[in-house]
């Protein structure tokens, strides 16, 4: 079965997906990984999953374009100007 | 007075000569198990097993500094004749069988071994931390192969030799854990064709050059 | 869908590929040979080396030299893995491989003769792949692309370790430095060969694909800018008269020979068949390894 790895680097890191091997239980895996992804001393940790536990989560949809929930749903630019513009001249008072 | 320093001497000598057997056991299968790097059975196995054979010779480089000032001097530059290692890491073991019952048997007797040297060897604690993955290595592969007869008959065949890896009176044990009936043990001594061959192919680079070269 | 030309314009944007996503057959097909062939001769690489493994002169080198190796063969179960999961299997690639069906590297043809090998291999042979991989990191199918970067990581270990060998040897016995001088007479010409016959870029599909992003023969150039003057302050001789830095920095060197290139690739080195057939027998001795340990 296929296996997929992850690693933390260091400690403080998330862990980061890193490769997958094929082994036929969780054993074999972590004898294999562990000299794959750490012989060098480069991992504090390893996640070992089998392949068919992932959930792959890969479509989304929009369909009416939300752009509040984005950075390019807001457009300051022009009302910024001309607030900035307003605010270097005198101000008509407020009628009460 | 003389006496005492006599047979002090003497423990030192048969110290030293335990711990050189050590050492060459650890170089030798080291050297043999890094036969493999590249021809292993599966990918994942040979980049696993490549870090045993680089731990062993590991191992033996940090006890050969406990006896000489000289490692390579120690590990290399010695006869066939005067290596103290076991007849089981000089074998040539050309498949995967032999090769990893090896292994196993080693695993065992070499934990008994190291326990009982434990306190005259300073590190015997982190040879035996290392160790612990070698084990854990060896077992993996013997609960998997147990059924198949390839590798009972390889470890049946093996297995006098590694009885010759220990002391005496720690075969029982050695006997217990593997579940093998004690038999006969081929025991330390014997330097055959084999191993001058593969002493021969060690040094031959070695010795293209006058002692003290560099490399 | 499948929009054969959206795509291209994608990949020649830097747009990313996944294994999951769709891609044209042409580039699935080609990209499984290029990855494949990038596998084979990690394998492949590993039996000139290991001979030397065993007849390493001191323990600090025999274990470089194992590490060097061992790394080797984790690069070769990276990107069999890779290969995999574009549709071919790793069983398939090794039988293909044994089979003589598949290509390996030029270099990887030719024989070692002695510890001087061992150093120049490591330094300069290395050196050449490095400069592969590293543009190899960008490449347009990003599982590859991901797994370049713990590879040319590992390489970088080794170009020192080679450097180290050589070094000790140009500082040694003057029996050692013509060690590595005869080694380098006969690595140069292989070396030449590495990185492929000058195509032009846009002809090269590998690129038109980004799949490579780096012509032949500025890899070549890069190689040589890089390690022609290491070579020569070392006083070493590089065996090509021609071999000069024009003006414009571009280096001018004997053409390499073509034929010979394209002879050794289609499996007629003179280490070819010798060590397709160990491989081949190793491969067949351990088959019931294969279905002890991977049959559920």
């Known amino acids: 079965m296929i296996w997929e790895v992850f690693r933390r680097e260091r400690k403080g890191q998330a862990f980061e997906h890193a490769g997958s091997l094929v082994a036929p239980d969780a054993e074999f895996a972590e004898a294999w990984a562990r000299e794959q992804y750490g012989r060098r001393g480069e991992s504090v940790g390893l996640w070992l999953v089998p392949r068919d536990a992932i959930r792959d989560v890969e479509d989304w949809s929009d369909e009416f374009d939300l752009k509040y929930r984005r950075v390019d749903g807001y457009s300051i630019k022009a009302r910024l100007k001309e607030a900035r513009e307003r605010a270097s001249q005198p101000r008509e008072p407020a009628h009460g | 007075m003389n006496e005492h320093l006599s047979r002090g001497n003497q423990r030192m000598a048969d110290r030293a000569e335990t711990l050189l057997g050590l050492a060459d056991d650890e170089l030798v299968i080291g050297w043999r198990d890094s036969e493999w790097t590249g021809i292993a059975p599966m990918l994942e196995e040979d980049v696993a097993f490549s870090s045993i054979a680089q731990n062993e010779i590991g191992h033996a480089r940090a006890v050969y500094e406990l006896l000489a000032d000289d490692a390579d001097a120690l590990a290399f530059d010695r006869s066939p004749s005067e290596y103290r290692c076991a007849p089981l890491v000089q074998l040539h073991l050309l498949d995967w069988a032999h090769t990893i019952a090896r292994r196993w048997l080693y695993e065992v007797a070499d934990e008994i071994r190291i326990a009982a040297l434990r306190d005259e060897l300073p590190v015997a604690a982190k040879i035996d931390r290392e160790e612990v993955y070698h084990r854990l290595h060896a077992e993996m592969w013997h609960e998997r192969l147990r059924d198949e007869p390839r590798f009972h008959d390889a470890a049946v065949e093996l297995w006098p030799y590694a009885l010759g890896v220990v002391l005496p009176e720690q075969r029982a044990e050695l006997s217990t854990r593997v579940r093998l009936d004690e038999v006969e043990a081929v025991e330390r001594g014997i330097h055959d064709e084999a191993f001058a061959a593969l002493h021969e192919e060690m040094t031959m680079v070695r010795r293209s050059a006058p002692a003290g070269a560099q490399w | ?296």
């Open chain 3, 1 to 296: 869908m499948g929009d054969e030309q959206a795509f291209l314009e994608y990949v020649q944007g830097g747009g990313q590929v996944e294994a999951t996503d769709w891609m044209p057959d042409e580039y699935r097909a080609k990209l499984i040979k290029f990855i494949e062939m990038h596998g084979n001769s990690e394998l492949m690489g590993v039996l000139p080396e290991r001979e030397w493994i065993l007849r390493a002169p001191t323990l600090q080198r025999k274990l470089a030299l194992t590490a060097k190796v061992q790394d080797e063969v984790g690069h070769a179960q990276l990107i069999y893995r890779v290969v995999e999961d574009l549709g071919k299997p790793r069983e398939r690639c090794l039988a293909d491989l044994v089979d003589g069906k598949a290509k390996f590297h030029n270099v990887f043809h030719y024989p070692t003769r002695t510890w001087g090998d061992v150093g120049v291999i490591a330094w300069l042979v290395d050196a050449a792949a490095i400069i592969s991989q590293k543009a190899l990191l960008k490449c347009s199918y990003a599982p590859y692309a991901r797994i370049m970067k713990k590879i040319c990581w590992e390489e970088s270990f080794h170009i020192l370790h080679g450097r180290d060998v050589i070094l000790a040897m140009v500082t040694g016995t003057p029996e050692q430095f013509e060690l590595v001088q005869e080694a380098l007479n006969r690595w140069w010409g292989p070396l030449m060969q590495f990185h492929g016959n000058p195509i032009p870029k846009d002809e090269d599909p590998m690129y038109v694909w980004r799949i490579k992003s780096q012509g032949n023969e500025e890899a070549r150039q890069q190689f040589l800018e890089g390690y022609v003057p290491q070579i020569w302050e070392l006083g070493l001789a590089v065996p090509d008269p021609s071999l000069r830095r024009s003006d414009d920095g571009t280096w001018e060197y004997t053409e390499p020979d073509w034929n010979e290139l394209k002879h050794v690739v289609t499996g007629h080195g003179p280490k070819t068949e010798e060590r397709l057939a160990f491989r081949r027998r190793f491969l067949e001795q351990e088959q019931w390894v294969h279905d002890a340990v991977l049959a559920a």
